[in-house]
């Protein structure tokens, strides 16, 4: 009996230090050193690409630029396994050079998505304009909130849209908020259009300055990055 306890408590041992070994190779972005990168892309452009002969060399550099792109671990180890599926892993290994396009694209993602929430820090969140150009805003305000809305449209007219209240306790949803747009006739041909909204917020802190921009110029929130952002928030930033 205690030699089969003895056995299981090696096998757990081993499988434990190969699942380490395979979580720091992911997280570092492969082996720690040039000359181990070389060997682990030898076995692997052998296998994969035999004919190749640049690739060991391509796939080191890139593997080396990478981490130079995401030096914060945690961050690297997300756009890893966020691209591993475009990179053709084979075990531990996968291939770097698709790897960095895709990280590539993911900061550029993530400066998008930057520069869209500072914009909404400087959104105004009630417009003066003409009152023929009223009707389309007052359009895309009831665009906006069924499509990208947590409440469903409670009042829709010409001058008033209005979704359900969130309630206390924001009906369950992390990100619930419940917002109305009110447009007020002015002199002198002249409309005023004012957003708001409230409730339990995410990573858009104020979801009344994205339906604004959306209200003035049709911009859409960029959906994927907003969710990719919100997941790792706690972790990175």
């Known amino acids: ?54 690739c060991s060399r391509a796939q080191v550099d890139a593997a080396l630029r990478f981490r130079d792109m995401f030096p914060n671990d945690n961050k690297r180890q997300r756009v890893i396994e966020a691209c591993s599926a475009v990179a053709r892993p084979k075990g531990p290994w996968a291939d770097r050079v698709a790897i960095e396009e895709c990280g590539k694209r993911w900061l550029a993602d993530e400066a998008r998505l930057d520069e869209y929430l500072a914009s909404l820090n400087v959104e105004p ?54 917002c109305s747009v009110n447009r007020t006739p002015m002199e002198g041909g002249k409309d005023t259009i004012e957003a708001r909204c409230a409730g339990v917020l995410g990573t858009i802190n104020n979801p009344a300055a994205a339906l604004m921009r959306f209200m003035r110029d049709g911009t859409e929130p960029p959906l994927a990055q907003l969710a990719e952002r919100q997941r790792i928030k706690a972790s990175i930033w």
């Open 125 to 178: 969140l009630a417009v003066t304009l003409d009152h023929d150009k009223a009707p389309m805003m007052m359009g895309r305000a009831q665009s906006f909130l069924a499509r990208f809305g947590t409440q469903k449209i409670q009042t829709a007219t010409e001058y008033v849209v209005e979704t359900y209240n969130v309630g206390a306790a924001g009906n369950g949803l992390w990100n619930a908020y419940q």
């Open 1 to 54: 009996m205690w030699r089969w306890i003895g056995w299981l408590a090696l096998v757990a041992l081993i499988g434990c230090g190969c699942q380490q070994l395979t979580s720091n190779w992911i997280s570092s972005g492969g082996p720690a050193t040039r000359e181990e990168l070389a060997a682990a892309a030898q076995k692997w452009c052998a296998e994969m690409r035999p004919a190749d002969a640049e």
